[in-house]
């Protein structure tokens, strides 16, 4: 059994032939924006985009590579190495076995505000050469990396029994 369309999905029924006509009827004020019908396919989704109440979640994809972490990098590491420092390459290319493409995106929405790319290259399965928007700093110009902080926990010590708990443990109940 088909599902009915629900009242909004009649209006966008609707709406798009209206508008489709409004805009092929030489309506100067709609058409002079609309130079094809790709625009008009567009006209929704945009009027959604600008909605100011429409709820737009922080997007992040693909891997998060860090400047530190390409500084680690050094010419002549295995792929091995190289996966344990960057993680699994986003993409891998069939025809291009020895280039893994790091590739990173942040938005809000379907707006990414930060991109990034790092390539890797091998030859012999060693590392030979890195491209991209990072790449290894000299030593003069990289900051002391954070270091590790150990925090020393006390062992665990049982709270003494209560008068109940006693009591249990004297008949032979207790959960011990």
């Not at 088909?2 to 032939?17: C, D, G, N, V, W």
Request: aromatic share 6%.
């Amino acid at each position: 059994m088909a599902s009915q369309p629900t009242s909004h999905m009649r209006k966008l029924l609707i709406f798009i032939p209206v508008a489709a006509t409004i805009i092929g009827s030489g309506c100067s004020t709609v058409s002079d924006g609309l130079r094809s019908l790709d625009d008009v396919t567009k006209i929704i989704p945009n009027a959604i985009n600008e909605a100011p109440l429409v709820y737009r979640p922080e997007i992040q994809q693909g891997n998060i590579v860090t400047q530190e972490q390409v500084n680690e990098l050094n010419p002549g590491m295995s792929k091995r190495q190289v996966r344990f420092l960057l993680g699994s390459p986003m993409l891998t290319d069939v025809f291009h076995n020895d280039r893994w493409d790091y590739a990173y995106t942040f938005g809000e929405g379907s707006k990414p505000t930060e991109m990034r790319r790092v390539t890797v290259y091998f030859e012999d399965n060693r590392l030979v050469r890195i491209t991209g928007d990072l790449r290894p700093q000299p030593e003069s110009e990289r900051t002391e990396a954070k270091k590790e902080i150990v925090v020393t926990v006390p062992d665990w010590n049982p709270p003494p029994k209560t008068l109940w708990g006693r009591a249990l443990s004297t008949v032979g109940l207790s959960d011990d």
